[in-house]
């Protein structure tokens, strides 16, 4: 049996990046900002219809630059429904993250709750766009102006959405991104930053080539940087982005169509301001028990969902203070992201409903 995992990197006709390679090979220019990395910056931020785009090494360190470049201290309020990478960036600026709970809709940082976590020492707020779907942006950004506070997205699923005419990752004073080889758009391994000012983005760039150019040393930075192998798959893979996403809608419907929805939920679609990627497929059961089984159940078909968001990341061992999170906490217990990618076997579909149905 094959094995299912919960995506499968997309990857272009050989000869497309091939082409690229000879580009690469007639240079001998592999990275520091070379012609593709400036193409695919350029392509992007064409595509994004935002002026202010930097391609990094991965989303990670787009995170920890975006804290560095916006100069944040104290603390940050932050989700605990995402990738651990959104903590541990926090952490490792040395700043303290205070964890406000989500809402049990879309699982999303909850806009309402925000400002009773504001102290004197808050400096950001942190949100993701989990799973690609928006975050309640204009809330978040009057609770920001109200409270001169920064805003930093975590975009790493929101590659490809559009949310009110543009794309999602033009919102917060900075919205990162990762291409790393699992999500949507991939360059490998990769990551950016979108932000809105000359300023900024001259620090970002500063920030993420160690902080010099040439013989004058400005700021202490850090390797930010990608290749132009990375930036190769980037420019390949962005062609067949429309594609991809398609492919994906079509997945993401057939297990709409499939499931059973009596014992099963999952987040909430937005209305129709939103033009979506279907980065992922959650879905939510009544307890941690049938989700368990489930899992069994799948394993043994050699089908491995995975569990984005577990834990919830209040509950991270070096979490000093726990904030309670009942939602996020509860909600991490029983979800699971099911396989989902263009070339996915609609039997396969048909088969993981099947189990999933005869379970809860
Ligand atoms: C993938 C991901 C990251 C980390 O990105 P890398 O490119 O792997 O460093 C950060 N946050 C979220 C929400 C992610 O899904």
Redesign the pocket.
């Given at each position: 049996m094959e094995r299912i995992n919960v995506t499968k990197s997309f990857l272009p006709p050989q000869e497309e990046y091939q082409n690229y390679l000879s580009k690469i090979w007639d240079t001998s220019w592999l990275t520091n900002n070379g012609p593709l990395v400036v193409e695919l910056e350029s392509k992007i931020s064409n595509y994004l219809d935002e002026k202010y785009f930097a391609f990094l090494g991965?989303?990670?360190?787009a995170?920890q630059i975006a804290i560095k470049a916006l100069d944040l201290s104290g603390e940050i309020i932050t989700t605990p429904f995402?990738?651990c990478?959104?903590t541990t960036s926090i952490l490792w600026e040395n700043l303290k993250p205070v964890f406000v709970d989500i809402n049990p809709l879309d699982f999303n940082i909850n806009a309402d709750l925000i400002e009773a976590a504001i102290t004197e020492n808050t400096s950001a707020i942190l949100a993701?766009h989990?799973y690609g779907n928006p975050c309640e942006v204009e809330k978040i950004e009057t609770i920001a102006k109200k409270h001169n506070l920064k805003v930093i997205y975590?975009a790493?699923?929101a590659f490809g959405v559009k949310y009110k005419g543009k794309s999602l990752l033009s919102y917060g004073d900075i919205s990162t991104c990762?291409?790393?080889s699992?999500?949507v758009f991939h360059t490998v391994?990769?990551?950016s930053i979108i932000c809105h000012s000359q300023e900024l983005f001259d620090k970002i760039k500063l920030l993420r080539s160690f902080g010099h150019i040439l013989d004058d040393y400005y700021l202490a930075g850090i390797n930010g940087k990608n290749s132009e192998f990375h930036a190769a798959m980037g420019l390949c893979n962005l062609n067949h982005l429309g594609n991809i996403i398609e492919g994906r809608k079509a997945i993401f419907r057939l297990y709409d169509k499939l499931l059973n929805w009596d014992n099963l939920y999952k987040p909430t679609e937005k209305d129709n301001n939103l033009e979506y990627n279907f980065a992922y497929y959650p879905v939510v059961f009544d307890n941690d028990k049938v989700t368990k089984e489930v899992i069994l159940k799948l394993n043994a078909e050699n089908i491995y969902p995975r569990r984005y968001f577990y834990p919830s990341l209040n509950k991270l061992s070096y979490i000093e203070d726990i904030d309670e999170c009942p939602i996020s906490e509860s909600v991490s217990t029983r979800v699971l992201s099911l396989p989902l990618y263009p070339d996915l076997d609609p039997e396969i579909v048909a088969k993981i409903c099947k189990i999933i149905n005869s379970t809860i």
């Amino acid at each position: 049996m094959e094995r299912i995992n919960v995506t499968k990197s997309f990857l272009p006709p050989q000869e497309e990046y091939q082409n690229y390679l000879s580009k690469i090979w007639d240079t001998s220019w592999l990275t520091n900002n070379g012609p593709l990395v400036v193409e695919l910056e350029s392509k992007i931020s064409n595509y994004l219809d935002e002026k202010y785009f930097a391609f990094l090494g991965n989303g990670t360190i787009a995170l920890q630059i975006a804290i560095k470049a916006l100069d944040l201290s104290g603390e940050i309020i932050t989700t605990p429904f995402s990738y651990c990478a959104t903590t541990t960036s926090i952490l490792w600026e040395n700043l303290k993250p205070v964890f406000v709970d989500i809402n049990p809709l879309d699982f999303n940082i909850n806009a309402d709750l925000i400002e009773a976590a504001i102290t004197e020492n808050t400096s950001a707020i942190l949100a993701t766009h989990v799973y690609g779907n928006p975050c309640e942006v204009e809330k978040i950004e009057t609770i920001a102006k109200k409270h001169n506070l920064k805003v930093i997205y975590d975009a790493a699923h929101a590659f490809g959405v559009k949310y009110k005419g543009k794309s999602l990752l033009s919102y917060g004073d900075i919205s990162t991104c990762s291409f790393h080889s699992t999500k949507v758009f991939h360059t490998v391994e990769g990551g950016s930053i979108i932000c809105h000012s000359q300023e900024l983005f001259d620090k970002i760039k500063l920030l993420r080539s160690f902080g010099h150019i040439l013989d004058d040393y400005y700021l202490a930075g850090i390797n930010g940087k990608n290749s132009e192998f990375h930036a190769a798959m980037g420019l390949c893979n962005l062609n067949h982005l429309g594609n991809i996403i398609e492919g994906r809608k079509a997945i993401f419907r057939l297990y709409d169509k499939l499931l059973n929805w009596d014992n099963l939920y999952k987040p909430t679609e937005k209305d129709n301001n939103l033009e979506y990627n279907f980065a992922y497929y959650p879905v939510v059961f009544d307890n941690d028990k049938v989700t368990k089984e489930v899992i069994l159940k799948l394993n043994a078909e050699n089908i491995y969902p995975r569990r984005y968001f577990y834990p919830s990341l209040n509950k991270l061992s070096y979490i000093e203070d726990i904030d309670e999170c009942p939602i996020s906490e509860s909600v991490s217990t029983r979800v699971l992201s099911l396989p989902l990618y263009p070339d996915l076997d609609p039997e396969i579909v048909a088969k993981i409903c099947k189990i999933i149905n005869s379970t809860i």
